[in-house]
């Protein structure tokens, strides 16, 4: 699926150096099974400016949803290993060696609400669930907000789309404005292709980050429900252990 989404900017690529060969040879004949592709990067040209810069934006998205498919997973957010020997300390009752071996893995997503929990095992359940809500929710927004990247390149291509076509009618009306003075029409050909150009690639970068962006959404929920299971399961031996070193129970 990557693949075929990257088809585009391949074929706009390959138009652009088609388009200069063209001009080069003096505009010469065009075959008719690739005609469309000296077109497409002819119609980049009339705005290199904003074209450039959507197309820079879907450069930025494919690196960000790539960034995403290899952070953004169940085992990279909850790995089976760390959560293993984690419980297998707290049920042991080495809460200390659970904290330093949590603050070892940092960079695991759910190594800082453990920490948070094991820290602070002799408090009520009630406390540790606050604070693991707390940290819990402190942690899953830092990975929305980078998520959301995905959603900002999805509305700001099709805007500047919208800028390049607004800019293009501007110089279209004006050439209307001069055609009774004998203003050559291509001003007018020239301010239609600028402003369906930049339209065109506008929506299709928004729409390849729209896709982008529910794909690692949809990844990022998944991975955050496995991720609330593991804290809770390790939460629960904690409480198991608070109750079994009660006096009343120690008889």
């Keep these: 699926m990557l693949v075929a989404l990257l088809i585009p900017a391949l074929a706009v690529s390959a138009a652009l150096g088609q388009a200069g060969e063209g001009d ?21 040209m009339f705005s290199p400016i904003i074209n450039g810069l959507i197309v820079a934006l ?58 948070r929990c094991v820290d602070n095992a002799g408090k009520g359940h009630s406390v540790i669930m606050d604070m693991i809500d707390a940290e819990g929710r402190r942690r899953a927004d830092i990975v929305w907000n980078r998520v959301s990247y995905l959603a900002d390149v999805a509305n700001v291509a099709p805007m500047l789309g919208l800028l390049g076509t607004v800019m293009g009618m501007m110089v279209a009306f004006f050439g209307l ?17 600028q402003a369906m150009s930049t339209t065109m690639f506008g929506l299709m970068v928004g729409i390849l980050a729209l896709t982008f962006y529910s794909i690692v959404k949809a990844r990022t929920t998944r991975s955050l429900a496995e991720a609330e299971a593991a804290i809770h399961s390790i939460s629960d031996h904690l409480k198991r252990d608070e109750t079994d070193l009660r006096p009343d129970r120690a008889e």
């Design 58 to 115: 879907s450069v930025f998205a494919v690196m960000l949803f790539l960034f995403f498919l290899a952070t953004i997973t169940p085992r990279a957010m909850v790995p089976p290993d760390f959560v293993d020997e984690v419980t297998k300390l707290v049920i042991r009752g080495k809460h200390e060696a659970a904290s330093d071996l949590c603050r070892a893995h940092r960079r695991v997503f759910i190594a800082t609400v453990i920490q």
């Design 177 to 193: 404005e001069f055609q009774a003075a004998g203003v050559d029409a291509n001003l007018l050909r020239e301010g239609v292709a």
């Design 24 to 44: 080069a040879d003096g505009g010469g004949g065009i075959d008719p099974f690739t005609g469309a592709l000296p077109q497409v990067g002819e119609l980049f």
